[in-house]
């Protein structure tokens, strides 16, 4: 299994909101990160999780909040957003740091 | 510091002709070297990479690149395009950002277009 699965696939949300992307890797990656792209722009590091820990995180708004529950699975938690949050939100994983990393289809996040 | 440079950031192309998307790093360390495709709507997939080793890398769908560390050049290059392969493709290198880690620095990309 060489994939990484985001879910949803597509999401729209109010900026009153509160919802979750998730993101699931089973192999056996121990670096897990998220990316935001906005249209016709490379990717931005968001978070880095590394051994299920935090070890970057590149000024992110704290409406934004990661979690890796455990070393397969990584989420963002989104609340109160705006609309110029909306993005494709990449999720990826390498087996460490600085190696060829794998990216998910991403969750096409709109902010209304 | 390091970072990438996309020298291109439209190239069309005819069918069946060659083609060549350059990119340049820079790097006072050892690199790891990536291209990534994008297609509309979709993550991005690896290309090819280099690590170590060789100079000339051969990847995914045909395409190759050559890493030329006298001219911190990274191009990537395939002898016969195909429609499919209109896409954007971003070269990226590691960023040693501090007590052992180290992230990805993606260029900001370059879109191929393929002309029937």
């Known amino acids: 299994d060489t994939e990484v699965t985001q879910t949803p696939k597509h999401l729209v949300m109010g900026m009153t909101n509160k919802k979750s992307l998730k993101c699931e890797q089973h192999m056996g990656h121990r670096a897990m990160y998220w990316y935001k792209q906005k249209a016709k722009k490379p990717p931005e590091l968001m978070f880095v999780y590394s051994y299920e820990k935090l070890s970057i995180n590149e000024s992110v708004p704290s409406r934004f909040s990661p979690e890796c529950p455990n070393s397969s699975l990584l989420n963002l938690h989104l609340h109160a957003l705006q609309p110029e949050d909306s993005a494709l939100y990449l999720c990826a994983s390498s087996q460490n740091t600085g190696i060829e990393a794998f990216f998910g289809q991403g969750t096409r996040l709109t902010v209304v | 510091a390091q970072s990438v440079t996309q020298l291109d950031s439209q190239v069309p192309v005819f069918e069946e002709a060659p083609v060549e998307l350059r990119c340049n790093y820079s790097?006072?360390?050892?690199?790891?070297l990536f291209w990534y495709v994008q297609y509309p709507n979709q993550g991005l997939q690896l290309l090819l990479k280099y690590l170590s080793g060789s100079t000339l890398v051969k990847g995914i769908n045909g395409f190759e690149a050559e890493f030329n560390k006298s001219q911190t050049s990274f191009h990537l290059r395939k002898p016969s395009v195909h429609i499919s392969d209109t896409a954007e493709y971003f070269c990226a290198v590691t960023l040693y950002s501090g007590a052992g880690s180290y992230q990805l620095t993606f260029g900001k990309g370059t879109k191929l277009s393929v002309i029937p």
């Open positions: 790097s006072s360390v050892s690199v790891y």
